[in-house]
């Protein structure tokens, strides 16, 4: 197994963490400084800044979690980080990212292969949001972000998407993003002088939030999980 690979599944780290302490020549593998391309087999001794690494079991977890306001989607070992707040007992990382201030659905995993495949936009893979603003929604609103906006500091407009007023509401209404720029959504509403009072995210691809509570999480059920590996394919 590659030493960043190996890294990622002992529970000390994240893959891309793990390549940052290589380049900084902070693993040590049997006495000899790592490099990207060294491997681990059973029995090596792995040093991380003179400590031996203790390496848990890994059992193969995806996770859907509701994210509360205020939790950072980060494994930074910082006040209110997502990893500490879920306390699964595998490693696990957030798939993208959900900013503070926003609610709902992240899927969490240690199957780190499969993280850039959901996240990054270039695959185009759904993911669902229910927006509260301050103000009733214009359909001309709903019709211009559908099209694709230019954001400030983006130097192409947003990719085409569906958006649709939420039934016996006026201020709320739902939108499927297959991009996912920074602060996004807020920053769309923000151009058309509209301040987001609630961002909820409800579905990742095929995976929904439903009734789970906010700050709790679930297993993946097998079908849920069959259907997301099949698609990433």
């Keep these: 197994m590659k030493i960043d690979k190996y890294l990622g599944q002992s529970g000390f780290t994240s893959r891309r963490k793990a390549n940052e302490l290589i380049d900084d020549k902070k693993v040590v593998v049997n006495g000899k400084i790592a490099t990207i391309s060294t491997t681990v ?12 690494l203790e390496v848990r079991d890994y059992v193969p977890t995806y996770i859907a979690y509701n994210k509360p306001k205020g939790i950072e989607c980060t494994s930074e070992k910082i006040a209110n980080n997502i990893i500490d707040a879920v ?5 696990v990382y957030p798939v993208g990212r959900l900013d503070k201030e926003s609610e709902g659905l992240i899927l969490l995993t240690n199957h780190s292969e499969i993280i850039d495949k959901i996240a990054n936009s270039k695959y185009g893979h759904e993911k669902e949001y229910i927006v509260t603003l301050n103000f009733p929604v214009r359909k001309q609103f709903l019709k211009d972000i559908s099209e694709g906006v230019l954001l400030n500091g983006e130097k192409v407009k947003t990719k085409p998407c569906t958006v649709s007023l939420e039934p016996n509401a006026k201020r709320i209404f739902r939108i499927v993003l297959t991009q996912g720029l920074n602060r996004q959504i807020r920053r769309m509403c923000t151009m058309f002088d509209y301040q987001v009072i609630k961002l909820q995210r409800v579905r990742v691809m095929n995976i929904k939030l439903e009734k789970l509570k906010v700050g709790e999480w679930r297993d993946l059920t097998e079908n849920e999980l069959e259907d997301l590996l099949n698609s990433l394919e």
């Design 41 to 52: 087999k059973e029995g090596d001794i792995v040093l991380v800044d003179g400590k031996e």
């Design 87 to 91: 306390g699964h007992p595998q490693n």
